[in-house]
């Protein structure tokens, strides 16, 4: 009988410790066994390799997707449409889901839950996908559990429940917290890392009393997400593990932002243009006048301007994009992955960032109340 691993859902094999799954003896008598590669993510914080490719990702996603489930979609409200795959949306269209706003932790605790409600149902009919709820918590402390357990309770209707996002969205950091606050048990979480390709294959965890279950399944990587163009010892710069503390910028036409040496903003047009910068505290901030900033970046990208480490700077392509900042409505220019910055009235504004990342203008997520 196959065994699978606890921590990433991977057949156990004892035969090849470079494969996916490889633990040295696998105990017949154990009903919980973790792989290699999960006892040392979970132990030693070890970054594991990424085995799988998104195709592979998309087949199991894809298989699930025959089952008649209750789908949890988990989106990080930090990076919102940079959480979505089109293609995958699609294949939801038909489903009943609850779409989840995950690391609410992260935003001001001066925004209130209500207004990113009504931003979120916004941006969502934008898109026009349909779902079911729409819920805002945070995984790491905890807000708003019971609210989105009482929904699942009501829409499961005697089914299992499919929890699917992309990576690092903190899809199995939800489960997890879930299973702690309603079973009181840690025997059944699933291994979590920043790195893309944790969970390699479905996890299925009997919950509720009727024995259906919680089902992880792999977080999809999206390709136009900054984090897909670096190495991971950059990501915990980029990440924001704690409460944004925006930062304000009073610009001028020919000032220049720099984030670390991944994105740069620059004001080409525009008067008394005030810039909130949100993004990762571990991400160095500079302003300076765009003049003589493409040598300031060759000579200090990986080194004053942080991250990545120079060595990766050096193989990095970079690509710009203009936008027109509305007079009417405040709005955010996001790099996908890394952050936004919010503009408050009409200005032209250069981004200059990572080639084949997804850059774009929304209504303003902060004052959206306002706006």
């Known amino acids: 009988m196959i065994k699978y691993c606890q921590g990433c859902g991977a057949p156990l094999q004892e035969e090849n410790p470079n494969n996916i799954g490889f633990i040295p003896k696998i105990d017949p008598n154990a009903s919980k066994l973790y792989c290699k590669r999960c006892f040392r993510l979970n132990n030693y914080n070890e970054m594991p390799k990424i085995l799988a490719t998104n195709k592979e990702y998309e087949a199991v996603v894809d298989d699930l997707l025959t089952k008649n489930g209750l789908i949890v979609l988990i989106v990080d409200l930090f990076d919102f449409t940079g959480s979505f795959i089109p293609k995958i949306l699609d294949k939801l269209r038909d489903k009943n889901v609850i779409l989840v706003a995950n690391k609410l932790d992260l935003l001001p605790k001066s925004v209130k839950v209500e207004?990113?409600?009504?931003?979120?149902?916004?941006?969502?009919?934008?898109?026009?996908?349909?779902?079911?709820?729409?819920?805002?918590?945070?995984?790491?402390?905890?807000?708003y559990l019971d609210d989105l357990m009482n929904t699942i309770d009501y829409l499961r209707n005697g089914r299992d429940v499919y929890f699917m996002g992309c990576a690092n969205v903190g899809k199995s950091s939800l489960i997890n917290a879930l299973l702690k606050r309603f079973t009181r048990s840690e025997k059944d979480l699933i291994s979590t890392s920043p790195v893309p390709g944790t969970t390699l294959n479905s996890i299925k965890i009997s919950f509720f009393i009727d024995n259906k279950a919680f089902v992880d399944t792999p977080g999809?990587?999206?390709?136009?997400?900054?984090?897909?163009?670096?190495?991971?010892?950059?990501?915990?710069?980029?990440?924001?593990?704690?409460?944004?503390?925006?930062?304000?910028?009073?610009?001028?036409?020919?000032?220049?932002?720099?984030?670390?040496?991944?994105?740069?903003?620059?004001?080409?047009?525009?008067?008394?243009?005030?810039?909130?910068?949100?993004?990762?505290?571990?991400?160095?901030?500079?302003?300076?006048?765009?003049?003589?900033?493409?040598?300031?970046?060759?000579?200090?990208?990986?080194?004053?301007?942080?991250?990545?480490?120079?060595?990766?700077?050096?193989?990095?392509?970079?690509?710009?994009?203009?936008?027109?900042?509305?007079?009417?409505?405040?709005?955010?220019?996001?790099?996908?992955?890394?952050?936004?910055?919010?503009?408050?009235?009409a200005a032209k504004i250069l981004v200059k960032t990572i080639k084949n990342t997804d850059v774009f203008k929304r209504v303003a997520i902060i004052w959206w109340w306002c706006s």
């Open 220 to 345: 999809l990587i999206n390709e136009n997400n900054i984090l897909s163009k670096l190495l991971p010892a950059s990501y915990d710069k980029i990440l924001p593990n704690a409460e944004i503390k925006p930062q304000t910028f009073q610009l001028k036409p020919g000032n220049t932002i720099f984030f670390g040496a991944l994105g740069q903003i620059t004001l080409l047009e525009g008067e008394g243009v005030s810039v909130t910068c949100y993004f990762s505290a571990n991400l160095t901030i500079h302003r300076r006048k765009y003049e003589g900033s493409l040598e300031f970046l060759n000579k200090h990208g990986g080194e004053i301007l942080v991250p990545p480490t120079r060595d990766e700077f050096l193989s990095l392509e970079y690509e710009e994009h203009e936008f027109m900042a509305s007079s009417k409505k405040k709005e955010d220019i996001v790099i996908s992955g890394l952050g936004f910055v919010a503009i408050n009235k």
């Open 115 to 143: 207004h990113i409600v009504e931003w979120l149902s916004y941006m969502v009919n934008r898109m026009f996908f349909r779902v079911d709820a729409i819920h805002v918590v945070s995984s790491k402390k905890g807000y």
